[in-house]
């Protein structure tokens, strides 16, 4: 029988020809990402007496949740782990190049067909370039970096066929949104998810990264796309290794295939305090924005910031409302100062943060207090998770953020722009 | 077989009770006296109410959200017996087993308790029984991999006797 991208993945991982959803295999990990957990890794392993990695090739150092640190204690760790990485032999601490997600995807450290874990939920992130990809926690984390491997249940997996035409100012990450109200967070609790369908394999790698990292907002184990021609183009010149096109068997058991049509979707707009709260924009017009922000691993990359340049050009941010802008990356943030994009945010009144988490998880840079109301381009809006629990985060897109800077209320971005990041049509 | 039985008085929570509020951000890393007060503080006072070996059951999606271990290890260290839910998120199930903090997911359980009700969970047969209202239920079984990680005290101990390692 066929199997699905993650049976295939986690049959190789386990060296047997053929697994199926519900079998527990012992799985190789062929590459581990820890971010600002690390230190904690490195010391618990060496409080056991263990001095080294079963392979520290494997092992990718990025300090993303307090960058740059906000606090001495902060500032001690990153030392710590800058240490403990020259001490454990890594080559892969890549110290403060932009949120681990999208990093590993643009510094070539994630390969179709491959498995990888890190510590931080949205590792599903990869699943957009065809690799099997999810979170765990420190203590796995320990036993995975000893070791190499890590038990695991093959998961069912849930397809979503995307169809349609998108309509204007429609991003993927409306897509998503749109998804979790329509089908509820649990849809793929436990499981893999496939995105599929003439609108998937339209999008942009960065467009699909958006879906692949909420995936874990829908409950996936991993998230996937195929790997295909515009997966292959995306890796040239970042892999030394040659891409092939990677996918399910076409007789792949599905648990269900959910069909999604996109035309006619609005833009979509997630309540506080979860992103299951989904709802059409133009029904939660006029909530009043104290700070918009713009960033995070789920939609801080160039084509976000373009959509948000290309809003804002020529306007203003509202004077009530604050703009925060935090570039994924920093080559993200390079290359959007290469194309004008900081400029024409600056000149509306955006603030431009170093590239960073920044205050997604509610660390620093941009935390919100009590009675204020974030809109927001990341992944989770659970009661306090951007500061104050008494704050109001609301999700939406890139485009809905930059029109909704502009009102000082949240927007429907069709008022300023009139297109897609999606493909129009059969892609 | 060896018999793990938790008994515990209940507390009852509802759907999708994320990471964030058993463990905000602000207060990782936060010595246990200040960051007791904020675990699951979207239910306030519960903290003060809570007994040790008390157990929570819950409903869908019990810890979605973070990879951040805090949340299952914040409330193993409040005390909990035992977590029963209708569903997990499921890095924080995983990361549950890894510390040796029983949780366990059974279809059917937040109906079948009240508060205050006693429960009784056996872990190797997946049994899940409201001694109240004497009424029994079956959990989804642990595998062989999971309660040997349970029993040993969590996946660090059985880290340290794969590689031999006894060093502390």
Redesign the interface.
């Known amino acids: 029988m066929g199997m699905t991208m993650a049976e295939k993945i986690l049959a190789k991982a386990s060296g047997r020809d053929q697994v199926q959803a519900g079998q527990?295999v012992t799985a190789r990990v062929d590459r581990m990402m820890c971010h600002d957990t690390f230190p904690m890794c490195a010391i618990?392993l060496k409080?056991?007496?263990?001095n080294k990695f079963h392979d520290p090739d494997r092992v990718v150092v990025i300090v993303d949740h307090y960058f740059p640190a906000p606090t001495e204690?902060m500032a001690r760790a990153q030392k710590l782990g800058r240490e403990l990485a020259e001490e454990f032999g890594l080559k892969n601490h890549l110290g403060f190049a932009g949120i681990c997600h999208q990093v590993m995807c643009e510094q070539g450290f994630v390969l179709p067909g491959t498995l990888i874990l890190g510590?931080?939920?949205h590792?599903t992130t990869y699943g957009a370039l065809g690799a099997a990809s999810?979170?765990?926690?420190?203590?796995?984390m320990?036993?995975v970096l000893?070791?190499g491997e890590l038990?695991m249940r093959v998961p069912e997996t849930v397809r979503f066929d995307l169809q349609g035409s998108p309509g204007p100012g429609l991003m993927s990450k409306d897509i998503v949104l749109h998804i979790a109200g329509r089908f509820g967070?649990?849809v793929a609790?436990?499981k893999a998810i496939e995105f599929s369908g003439p609108v998937a394999a339209g999008m942009s790698l960065a467009s699909r990264m958006t879906l692949s990292n909420m995936g874990?907002e829908l409950?996936a184990?991993f998230a996937f796309f195929e790997a295909d021609e515009k997966t292959i183009d995306y890796l040239k010149g970042r892999v030394n290794e040659e891409i092939r096109p990677f996918g399910p068997d076409e007789d792949a058991a599905y648990e269900v295939i959910h069909q999604v049509d996109i035309t006619g979707l609005e833009p979509q707009v997630s309540l506080p305090h979860?992103p299951?709260n989904a709802k059409a924009v133009s029904e939660v017009e006029d909530v009043p924005v104290d700070q918009a922000f713009l960033g995070s691993c789920t939609n801080g990359r160039l084509e976000d910031l373009e959509v948000a340049a290309k809003i804002l050009k020529g306007r203003k941010v509202h004077p009530k409302t604050r703009l925060l802008v935090t570039p994924a990356s920093h080559r993200v943030l390079l290359a959007a100062d290469k194309a004008g994009l900081i400029q024409t945010l600056l000149e509306a009144g955006a603030h431009i943060t170093p590239t960073g988490c920044g205050p997604c998880?509610?660390?620093h840079m941009g935390?919100v207090a009590g009675g204020e109301i974030c809109l927001s381009s990341t992944n989770?809006n659970?009661?306090?998770?951007m500061?104050s629990?008494e704050a109001e985060v609301y999700l939406g897109s890139p485009a809905t953020v930059a029109a909704s800077a502009i009102e000082g209320r949240i927007t429907d971005p069709r008022k300023y722009w009139q297109e897609t990041t999606l493909s129009r049509g059969d892609a | 077989m060896n018999r793990t039985v938790i008994r515990g008085k209940v507390w009852k929570f509802g759907d999708?009770v994320?990471t964030?509020?058993m463990a905000?951000?602000?207060s990782l890393?936060l010595p246990w006296e200040e960051r007791r007060g904020v675990i699951l503080?979207?239910r306030p006072g519960f903290v003060d109410q809570v007994q040790p070996g008390d157990i929570i059951v819950a409903g869908?999606?019990w810890g979605?959200?973070?990879?951040?271990?805090n949340a299952p290890a914040n409330l193993k260290e409040l005390g909990l017996g035992a977590v029963v839910a209708e569903?997990?998120?499921?890095?924080y199930f995983?990361?549950a087993i890894?510390?040796a903090f029983p949780n366990m997911a059974c279809p059917g359980v937040h109906d079948a308790f009240d508060e205050g009700d006693e429960l009784e969970l056996e872990l190797e047969t997946a049994t899940v029984k409201n001694l109240t209202r004497n009424i029994a239920l079956e959990g989804q079984p642990y595998?062989q991999?999971m309660i040997r990680i349970i029993q040993k005290g969590?996946?660090?101990n059985?880290?340290?006797e794969?590689?031999g390692?006894?060093?502390?």
């Open positions: 527990y618990a409080r056991l007496g263990i204690a510590t931080d939920s590792t999810a979170g765990i926690g420190v203590t796995e320990n036993y000893a070791t038990w967070t649990e609790q436990y874990v409950g184990k979860n299951g998880p509610g660390g935390v989770r659970f009661k306090g998770r500061g629990p | 999708n994320d964030d509020v905000p951000w602000n890393g503080h979207s869908e999606n979605c959200g973070s990879s951040r271990e569903s997990f998120g499921r890095i995983r990361n890894a510390i595998t991999e969590g996946l660090m059985v880290l340290k794969r590689l390692v006894s060093a502390k």
